[in-house]
């Protein structure tokens, strides 16, 4: 009886009992789930329009935010840095294109996949060779991110919001509707997406594989670049960053591998719900660190209903 | 020219569709054996037992393991390391709680709880697909990873949360712990793997095998032909599993001697899943070739700079390792996707038919 009152009532008492704890380990959650879903966000874009999934894109967040802070400490100012942190990511969607993809063309989606992990497994040995393994620190303040906290009087406690955080999520947000209406709007985002809906049909009217795939690993790079100043203003820089793409995979799971509104949604909620899950029944009853799979185990009950994820697009087969 | 079929005369069906169709594939394995039981252990030195063989027969019967889930029934998965944690764990637990029991015995029952495991988390592919089930199957890898750490009754309540491989003898030899010699602990290994070789290849040859590469090659189709889906699959994941299950008791055992929670993380499964795709999905022999290749090639690569005479830091020799292990690997898939098993067969093919072009 302990046991069911410990899993059913007792974490519900507390949440209802100090909300404005409540709220903030929402806000947490929240501030996570949305780098999950820039992550997301650029594992989609290159699944939709090339069906590669893109196992670097983990490593593209740690590269590029080494290159930007690795420049900074040679001498060169921030925001000249960071122009030059997104030609760095342009030559490397390039050299991507021309010298993994396009030998690989009409591959199996398996042996796409292996080779974006070789991918990964250079750029490791590529980064810790130029800008060494150690922890290094985000440089928020040359950014101009602020980095102080607001704290807001709520239900008699208080919430406090990190600025940085803050000013991530605004990003964020301000980054996806970019995207969204590029993807919307241009003619190259009409391009991606209609290379996303049949490639042999997009070719045959005229739009060039190779031109796109630049562009979208260029803009998986810029997302990378974002994920990497955020995330490494909250946890510094460093290899363990990485492991981030292992948390937006259950994201892609949940929102479906091919919808931008999919990992978008997926990404927030599963921020939410893990830090959720942590603090009112991972601590307590199971020893804490449930963050290492709880989103796994959310995205795989919901595939069981939903094989395509909540999003994704229905999979039809025929014999 | 050695591969002359001249003369080899098929009157059946039954001949045709033998395990070696061409004799001189028979004389090669042979061949082969004999360097793996007499010749090598006769000249290897203790550091190449360590490094290089023990390794080599452990990951090749862990990529077999995944090969047949992956290669033979299509069911991609990233959980292999976690499951060879669960082999690793349960033969831990097994020895200690049963001192007097045999090792082999101990090793054959600790694949079963694997199998038990993977099963289980083979049941979502039931209804997952492709690259879901993949990430489905990173749930078992962290999952399982995390209870490694958790549950301290697994690890005996050690302080270290480390499991240490005690001394173990049969028939009156050390074969396991830290003062085994290399030499048996090889002989061991070597045995298990080709135990388990012989009976994979049977198994992937008959009527399951059958079964779970209709399965691969079209679900629905096979379905339709009337193969029981669920069965299938299931007993790809439990056979799977159970391969995988031995080869994780083998690797802490008879290899490390000691293991942590985090050894069975992902980077495991992913060396696992190079060695099966760069060996060739769906064969056998690939499982070697990509063993060999993967576990020989960083030996031979840090072993370069002091040949050379280059002075090269250790940690930037590892991160030359780590490139070029990257880029090796996406040279082998474009220059042969199908793995080094088909690049075998090719020159196999071309040697049948030598001096002739075609």
Redesign the interface.
Known sequence: MDFLNAIFVQPFADMAGAPDFLLQVVWEGLVGGVLYALIALGFVLIYKSSRI?NFAQGIMVVFAALTLVGLNEKGVPALLALPLTLLVMLVLAVTIER??LR??VN?????L???T??????????G??IFG?ENKVMITRELMIPTDSITLDLFGGFVSIEEKDLTSVIGAVLLVAALLLFLNRTKTGRAIRALGDDHQAALSVGISLSTIWVVVWFIAGVIALATGIAWGARAGVSFALEVIA?KA??V??LGG?ESVMGAIIGGLAIGILEKLFEVYWGQPL??G??E??FA??V??IV??FR???LFGER?I??? | MLYRTAGQFKTSYAADHALFPVRQDAILLGVVLVFAFVILPLTASEFAFRALLIPVLIYALAALGLNILTGYAGQLSLGTGAFMGVGAYACYKLITLFPEMNIVVAIALSGFFSAGVGALFGLPSLRIKGFYLAIATLAAQFFLVWLFQKWAWLYNYSASGAIHVPNITMFGITVAGPRAAAITQYYFVLAIVCIVTFFAINITRGRIGRMWKAVRDMDIAAELVGINLMRAKLTAFFVSSYIVGVSGALFVFLWRGAAEANLFDIPLSFRVLFIAIIGGLGSILGNYLGAILIVALPVIISAVPAMLGLPLASATVEHLNVMIIGVLIITFLIVEPHGLARFWAVIREKLILWPFPH
């Open positions: 999934f010298a993994v030998p690989l591959q199996p989606d398996i042996i996949f292996m080779a992990i070789g991918i990964t497994l250079f750029l490791i040995g590529f810790e060779i393994g292992y995979l259950p892609l799971m591998l199971m020893g660190n449930t290492a799979w796994y185990v995205a795989l595939l069981l094989p395509q994820g999979i087969e025929r014999v």
